[in-house]
């Protein structure tokens, strides 16, 4: 959608209803149908009927409902109230899912979490938010609100639920502090990068190596597809992350241990 347009809609507020309406209706065409086979293949790699998966930065669920198709029990962790609602409503009676209404990050604490117009750019990190602004990703787009959330960790969830097979971290910007607060490998996991913000990547996969989790691939977008046809090792990935010049790239980093 064009930034003139998406603004006039934020002020009109209307952005939040018709958004919701076009993604009713393209949930029901043959492309959506597609995409949900193609994200149950590719996540089926990582996830097995009865496994435990953590959806961190989870939103409204879309990660969730893809890990319980597969059979796994989902914990569904995110700050924002107004996903919380979304989760609680969308799973409400759903033994398989556990909603946890705090942040994630290197130690337990308070914080204060920046709330955008759209949910799935809500951060923790200024940073991060600051480095998108000036690269003008998402230009059309405010933080301009807070909320104090609570703050807990990885061990803290893996202490409470269990050792998971599976972690979606995706945390616009605040990935390097959610897996410093894990000090050992689960099965695999994943965590967004974007260029504007690549050094906290790096960071984030040789602290995955220290602890365990020495091979690592990635996915470009939403393409649902591993782009190396070989899992490398921290440095390796590190260098191709450093490599990447296109400003409008971004995608996830997947690692998992030696095997």
């Not at 939040?16 to 009713?24: C, D, K, M, V």
């Not at 969730?64 to 969308?90: H, I, M, N, Y």
């Amino acid at each position: 959608m064009h930034d003139s347009l998406v603004r006039l809609l934020f002020a009109l507020r209307l952005y939040g209803p018709l958004r919701s309406t076009a993604e009713r209706i393209a949930a029901l065409s043959p492309a959506h149908a597609r995409r949900e086979r193609a994200m149950g293949a590719f996540y089926g790699r990582f996830v097995r009927p009865g496994d435990l998966c953590f959806d961190v930065g989870a939103n409204v669920g879309n990660r969730t409902e893809v890990f319980l198709a597969l059979g796994a029990k989902v914990v569904a962790v995110d700050p924002q109230p107004s996903c919380v609602r979304a989760l609680r409503k969308r799973y409400d009676g759903d033994f398989r899912v556990i909603v946890v209404t705090r942040a994630l990050g290197e130690r337990e604490g308070e914080a204060e979490f920046l709330l955008s117009d759209a949910s799935t750019i809500s951060s923790l990190s200024r940073d991060w938010i600051e480095a998108v602004r000036r690269s003008g990703r998402f230009r059309a787009y405010r933080w301009n609100r807070t909320v104090n959330v609570t703050v807990t960790t990885l061990d803290r969830l893996i202490e409470e639920h269990g050792i998971p097979a599976f972690v979606k971290i995706d945390v616009e910007g605040y990935e390097l502090p959610v897996l410093r607060g894990l000090s050992r490998p689960v099965g695999a996991l994943s965590f967004e990068f974007v260029p504007e913000f690549i050094d906290a990547a790096v960071a984030a996969a040789r602290h995955l190596d220290r602890i365990g989790m020495t091979r690592f691939n990635y996915s470009s977008g939403e393409s649902m597809s591993l782009a190396l046809s070989e899992w490398v090792g921290a440095e390796e990935i590190a260098g191709l992350l450093e490599s990447f010049a296109d400003p409008g790239m971004w995608g996830d980093v997947y690692a998992r241990g030696d095997r």
